[in-house]
């Protein structure tokens, strides 16, 4: 592209200020602020998952910092479509690494300055504004669901605000079967132009007026976007808060010695680990300032105690690797799943547009691909051993009780009749562990009701010898039982005939079941014939 802007490149200072805000526990935001780029991403995912996805983001997106001084606008576009689809890659491999981290994804809004133009990439719900002669302008979408109910009238911007699905988001880079394709946006650039980069924790609390308003009266962007994270944390933003304010310059003279320079500053989670950002840029790079002021009511008092918060510390700045293998604190960098490659001239990179890295990551990635397989297979010969072996316990257990249940014996039911059977009396999976070895002449009507209980539970005995004297036993109880009871008839009979001749009031006995009374009253009846008899005889000899 070409114009009258492309003979008159600008410059872009930029700053950014992210905060965790008044009820999260941790920022899962990242922002990046340099001289040719500005992102924010906005990360979820959970507690450990957003902030890796929103730093992983950034470092993708930074070599472009670098890469874009002597690149024509479509060059840049690509590098910012590339890099955001290879971010995707990266987040998804390393959720796949690692489950905890399953369902992460962040949102990137960037803007590249590539001579005279801008060149944006977007996907998701964070925004990007334009500010342009006193006017603001919304350069972004969201890809939501509230969106989508406004684009097709269902509700209005208001309404939407206090929407319960208000945090849905329908397109994110991330652990999802979402299509990770940003939407990219290529416009003139003028000087005096402001963006602003916002999360929705910004957006989501204040007017589009306000923003025009603070970005318009507010000239200094340090304090602007000090003053904008501030309103939206007072305005009650219950989510993490991330600023990004730039703007463009023109230079007078661009081929002076000393052009107009500032060190890219990193915000949010990925300010927890500057070194491999300083190795992607090749320059130092500054963690971005802390939120001064904009915590000050009780209620925000009270809940940062609840954070995890560290005392606020002055920016810190990482050097790139070069410098810190000079002063011997070099450690081995980690760039987020886009791995770093030495080039022949000594550099590193971590470029995903390089074909040298781009090579790296193929071969990265296939060899996870293999490793996976392995692993697969593994878990797989596991599966299948762990089930022949549980077969095989299953199998000895059987045959081992089986075993056991035919050395052992037991008198049961068979039909009317008790018989004889070797093993127990219970089944194992649905099998019988014994069976009837021969029968006997007990029946079971015969039984009394004990025998009768002990025989149909099953009377369990060590041997068949055992067992036929447990029957034998039976019989003779049997047969007892029988004898007893023809006895006692017996003498119940007679005891009543002897009443009946001895003595007129004796009324006798009518059966053999009252045999004790009968015995008493034959007794009565033979001491009163006694003495009658008695008495007679004094009687003769009185006489």
């Given amino acids: 592209m070409s114009g009258s802007e492309s003979s008159q490149p600008l410059f872009m200072y930029s700053t950014t200020v992210s905060d965790v805000g008044t009820v999260r526990s941790n920022n899962q935001d990242s922002s990046f602020a340099g001289e040719r780029l500005v992102a924010i991403c906005d990360g979820m995912g959970g507690h450990a998952g957003g902030d890796t996805a929103s730093t992983i983001a950034i470092r993708s997106l930074a070599h472009i910092e670098r890469d874009d001084a002597d690149a024509d606008v479509r060059t840049v576009s690509t590098m910012l479509e590339t890099s955001v689809m290879a971010a995707h890659d990266a987040i998804v491999g390393k959720a796949k690494r690692e489950r905890k981290l399953a369902g992460m994804g962040t949102t990137v809004t960037a803007v590249a300055l590539v001579g005279s133009w801008w060149v944006l990439a977007h996907i998701g719900d964070s925004r990007a504004y334009l500010l342009r002669d006193g006017k603001l302008t919304r350069m972004t979408q969201d890809h939501s669901y509230v969106q989508h109910l406004i684009d097709t009238g269902r509700i209005s911007e208001a309404e939407a605000r206090n929407h319960p699905q208000r945090n849905v988001v329908m397109r994110v880079l991330g652990d999802f079967d979402i299509d990770p394709r940003p939407d990219i946006a290529i416009c003139a650039a003028h000087p005096t132009d402001r963006w602003l980069l916002c999360s929705d924790g910004l957006s989501g609390v204040l007017e589009d007026s306000t923003l025009e308003e603070t970005l318009s009266g507010v000239t200094d962007q340090g304090e602007c976007a000090q003053r904008l994270v501030a309103m939206a944390l007072n305005a009650g933003s219950t989510d993490n808060v991330t600023v990004v304010v730039a703007d463009a310059t023109l230079a007078l003279d661009a081929n002076a010695f000393d052009l107009p320079h500032q060190t890219p500053l990193v915000g949010g989670a990925a300010s927890a680990s500057l070194e491999p950002i300083a190795d992607i840029v090749h320059e130092p790079v500054s963690s971005a300032p802390a939120l001064r002021d904009g915590k000050d009511s009780p209620a925000q008092r009270a809940a940062a105690l609840t954070q995890e918060t560290r005392p606020q510390e002055a920016p810190r700045v990482a050097q790139p690797s070069a410098v810190r293998e000079e002063n011997g604190d070099l450690k081995e960098p980690d760039t987020g799943e886009i791995p770093i490659v030495q080039k022949q001239d000594g550099r590193l990179s971590a470029d995903p547009n390089d074909p040298e890295v781009a090579r790296a990551i193929r071969d990265e990635q296939a060899e996870q691909q293999q490793a996976s397989r392995k692993k697969s297979r593994r878990a797989f010969i596991a599966i299948v051993c762990g089930v022949v072996a549980l077969l095989v316990a299953l199998a000895c257990g059987t045959f081992l009780a089986y075993a056991w249940s035919q050395s052992k014996y037991y008198l049961g039911e068979s ?66 039982l029988e004898g007893g009871a023809h006895g006692s008839s017996g003498s119940s009979s007679g005891s009543g005939s002897g009443a009946d001749s001895g003595s007129d009031r004796s009324t006798g006995s009518d059966g053999a079941d009252d045999g004790d009374a009968s015995d008493a009253r034959q007794s009565d009846a033979d001491a009163q014939q006694s003495d009658a008899r008695q008495s007679d005889a004094e009687g003769g000899d009185a006489r």
């Fill in 415 to 480: 039909g009317d009749v008790v018989a004889i059977y070797q093993g127990v009396p219970t089944n194992l999976f649905g099998f019988e562990l014994s069976h009837e070895v021969e029968q006997t002449d007990i029946r079971l009507d015969d039984l009394p009701e004990s025998w009768r209980t002990q025989v149909e539970q099953g009377i369990l005995v060590d041997s068949l010898d055992q067992a036929r004297e447990h029957a034998t036993l039976i019989e003779e109880q049997m047969l007892e």
